[in-house]
Nanobody, 116 residues
Framework: QVQLVESGGGLVQAGGSLGLSCAAS????????MGWYRQAPGKQRELVAL???????GYADAVKGRFTISRDNAKNMVYLQMNSLKPEDTAVYYC??????????WGQGTQVTVSS
């Protein structure tokens, strides 16, 4: 099991930027696929971005070109840089870690609010 702690959420105006961080512990981090999910009020949780152990990335269509996921295996950290934020990006953002067996761990979430 991996312990995940997100940070960096907050309030930002539309068009602004925000960076999220996720600190991982308790597993061999470099082998895991890391991801960011979000859940807006009244909506289902959705995948935002992911990055594999090899550094391959994937993004939801809604955030392509605006968000960038990255990882630092030496520090057991994963990041989500969010640019050109929109009010519809408002959500609780969760960090995830999938080990090679497919076992997923979740962080506690961090609130991102984008004002119009």
């Amino acid at each position: 099991q991996v312990q995940l702690v997100e940070s960096g959420g907050g309030l930002v105006q539309a068009g602004g930027s925000l960076g999220l961080s996720c600190a991982a512990s308790g597993s061999i981090f470099s082998r895991n696929t890391m991801g960011w999910y979000r859940q807006a009020p009244g909506k289902q949780r959705e995948l935002v971005a992911l990055i594999t152990s090899g550094g391959d990335t994937g993004y939801a269509d809604a955030v392509k070109g605006r968000f960038t996921i990255s990882r630092d295996n030496a520090k057991n950290m994963v990041y989500l840089q969010m640019n050109s934020l929109k009010p519809e990006d408002t959500a609780v953002y969760y960090c995830t870690s999938d080990n090679p067996r497919g076992l997923r761990s979740w962080g506690q979430g961090t609130q991102v609010t984008v004002s119009s």
